[in-house]
């Protein structure tokens, strides 16, 4: 049977399609052999671990952990992976689990134990209490790395062995200048191991160990660790213990410490009336370059007054931690000056592996560069690996407005691309930032050639999944105008162009009405006259609403004769358009044309009369309330009418009353409906 269970669990885990429901208790059954396959199973998980995690390894997960993805998507990206990876994981944990009851010596001296290392320690944080002190000892020979070892001391301090609160003393006092996670790890540990944390800190350093003081400071009270009422009192009271006999500027110290971090690390900003640029400037030029690097640049970040600033920014750039490189980038872009050791820094950062510091970099060259360089950084930023590098170029060029970067803006259009391998139930939206990015950019430019131009119409051309993209292409059109988007917008006219369809080409069209831009174009005239009296109310609906909002009054009136009687519905769809929206004198001559003895006339004009700021009695009279009423909701026209009389009357009301309030906002010329 144990045989058997070792086969279903190799055939069920090597095949990513298929479930596998009790990976844990199968894996306990294949153990339960008379010679238990330990290493098969151990090898077996970690083969199958390497193959799903390589992958993996790819631009999909990278830019999903780089936040450049739809809101929801990156996590369920990451979901997808854990889950890839989890299956191996846990058959790796349900043998270490099995070795450390059975055989925990086979453990401690296995040889692959360094691959399995984070296993080991997720079954140590799931059982605390259950970890010894030899186990522990093997753990602190393989924790070699800070990640590691933090994740160790946090066993430590969970599992309540105090024995090495000593150790951990040592490890404090000789490395306090490790990186924020192990540091914070131990602080916890050691809060947690005795309740005489100050007094263990001060009686164990130098008083003059200012720069160790105020770090431990720091991390203690900034250790992310849910504490009750009585945890929180104890910290409260070892912080003030702490700070005694140091130098009075400590508190303030810490405070521009919290500052600083949370712009460094946690994305928050910081206005310019919240920097310090004399309080306890003195003492924080003495003790930042003692401080670890995650302080310093906090520190500066907050306080860009403090002397050495530029050197040490321009150090900090060199930095492993990459989110501390780029925060020394954006410090040196804002008190660097004109430097050409900043700028051979920034090109250098330029070429960073972390995409934060390429970002920092390229925002600080973009305003330093002569023009013969121009062409260099739009080539590395617009081809960047990174869909953030690249947005981050889009953005900055619908400022910066270089006419260098209108190819690669064009090309950037198509950036559309989605890296989910993991098919979904429901329609998803992919992320199009950079391609929507890029179009705005393009409509910054005071005019574009026709290479763009066309660039544009192609894009706009085509069926997209993005909602946003295609409205946003055509904004920037319109704001560039040319034969060619003239001629490509009579073809949607037509339904001629897939990416846009007739009744959206129309409503564009009303769009530009209003504007002010529809073309003069004889074609467009005729498109709208014939639109008009389609039999598809969704082409003639927005016909009429355009030809009611554009200047040339010579259309209304073809169209007011086109449309017949004033009982259509179209015409007055065209009446209150003209009424709330249109230009003066369309409105003027078509409520010369209106008939009060229709209801719907009659409502036409009591809009106007509000309008015109004239004051009475606004509520309608019994066949103008039944006509309002029996507008259905399930017609489009009908629909139409009702969006547009809403603000102002209850439509579903029989009485029909007027809303006083709204009708107030007209005539006080307040209502933008």
């Known amino acids: 049977m144990a045989e058997d269970a070792f086969d279903v669990v190799r055939e069920r885990v090597s095949d990513g399609s298929k479930s596998v429901n009790n990976l844990g208790a199968a894996v306990w059954l294949a153990l339960s052999s008379e010679k238990p396959p330990v290493n098969k199973l151990i090898e077996f998980f970690l ?40 299956i191996p994981s846990e058959g790796l944990q349900a043998t ?104 263990r800190i001060l009686t164990f350093v130098s008083v003059d160990s200012l720069p160790f003081l105020l770090t431990v400071l720091f991390d203690y009270s900034n250790a992310q660790v849910a504490f009750d009422s009585d945890e929180q ?28 971090d949370k712009v460094v690390r946690r994305g928050h900003s910081l206005s310019d009336d919240e920097i310090n640029e004399n309080e306890v400037d003195r003492t924080g030029a003495q003790l930042v370059n003692q401080l670890p690097e995650d302080l310093q640049i906090a520190l500066i970040v907050a306080n860009h007054g ?79 690996e990174s869909a953030t590098v690249r947005l981050c170029f889009a953005n900055t060029m619908q400022v910066a407005r270089w006419t260098e970067a209108i190819d690669a803006l064009c090309v950037l259009l198509n950036d559309d691309r989605d890296f989910d391998p993991y098919p979904s139930f429901e329609a998803r939206q992919t992320s199009f930032d950079v391609a929507r990015a890029a179009a705005i950019a393009l409509g910054a430019f005071p005019s574009l050639p026709e290479s763009a131009i066309a660039a544009l119409i192609s894009k706009a051309s085509v069926g997209s999944d993005d909602g946003k993209l295609g409205p946003t ?53 005729a498109r709208l006259t014939t639109a008009s009296t389609s039999t598809r109310e969704e082409i003639a609906i ?49 409520v010369s044309r209106l008939n009060p003895s229709l209801p719907q006339d009659r409502i036409a004009l009591i809009l106007e009369r509000a309008e015109s700021g004239e004051e009475g009695e606004f509520k309608l009279d019994q066949a103008a309330a039944a006509w309002l009423h029996l507008l259905d ?41």
Not at 561 to 586: C, R, T
Request: glycine share 6%; charged share 25%.
């Open 306 to 384: 403090m002397a050495g600033v530029v050197e040490i920014a321009c150090r900090l750039i060199g930095s492993k931690q990459s989110h501390v490189a780029a925060a020394a980038v954006n410090i040196l872009t804002k008190v660097g000056g004109e430097n050409a050791s900043a700028d051979a820094l920034f090109w250098a950062g330029f070429e960073h592996h972390d995409y934060r510091v390429r970002e920092a970099s390229f925002s600080a060259l973009v305003p330093r560069v002569g023009a013969n360089d121009r062409a260099r950084i739009v080539k590395l930023a617009a081809e960047d």
């Open 233 to 260: 009192a104890a910290r409260e009271l070892n912080i003030v213990s702490l700070c005694e006999g140091l130098p009075a500027e400590f508190p303030a110290l810490c405070s521009l410490l919290e500052k600083g």
């Open 96 to 199: 270490i689990k099995w070795l450390r009851k059975h055989i925990p010596a086979t453990l401690y001296a296995h040889p692959r134990r360094l691959e399995f290392l984070d296993e080991w320690m997720i079954v140590c944080e799931e059982s605390v209490k259950g970890v010894s002190a030899v186990e522990i000892d093997v753990l602190f020979g393989l924790s070699v790395e800070e990640n590691s070892r933090a994740r160790l001391w946090k066993i430590i301090g969970k599992s309540g062995h105090a024995a090495y609160v000593d150790s951990l003393l040592e490890e404090i006092s000789q490395d306090w200048q490790a990186g924020r996670e192990l540091r914070e790890a131990r602080i916890v540990a050691l809060s947690a191991l005795t309740a005489d944390f100050a007094n």
């Open 473 to 525: 292409l055509i904004d920037v059109m319109r704001a560039h105008d040319s034969s060619a988007v003239y001629d490509w917008l009579l073809r949607a006219c037509d339904g001629e162009v897939s990416g846009l369809n007739q009744e959206s080409a129309y409503w564009e069209l009303v769009t530009r009405a209003g504007e002010g831009t529809l073309p003069g174009d004889e074609r467009f005239r």
């Open 47 to 86: 083969e199958v671990a390497r193959k799903r995690g390589s992958e993996r390894d790819s631009e999909q997960v990278r830019q999903a952990s780089q936040n450049v993805l739809d809101e929801g998507y990156a996590e369920f990206v990451f979901d997808g992976v854990r889950d890839d990876l989890f």
């Open 542 to 590: 927005p016909a009429v609403i355009a030809i009611a909002l554009q200047l040339d009054q010579t259309l209304v009136e073809t169209a007011w004769l086109s449309l017949g009687s004033n009982l259509s519905k179209l015409k007055s769809v065209m009446v209150f358009a003209a009424i709330l929206h249109g230009k003066p004198d369309v409105k003027s001559w078509v």
């Open 633 to 673: 909701q399930d017609v489009l026209v009908d629909q139409r009418l009702r969006m547009m009389l809403e603000p102002f009357y209850d439509v579903g009301n029989s009485n029909g009353l007027v809303s006083e309030a709204k009708l107030a906002d007209v005539e006080n010329g307040e209502d933008t409906n």
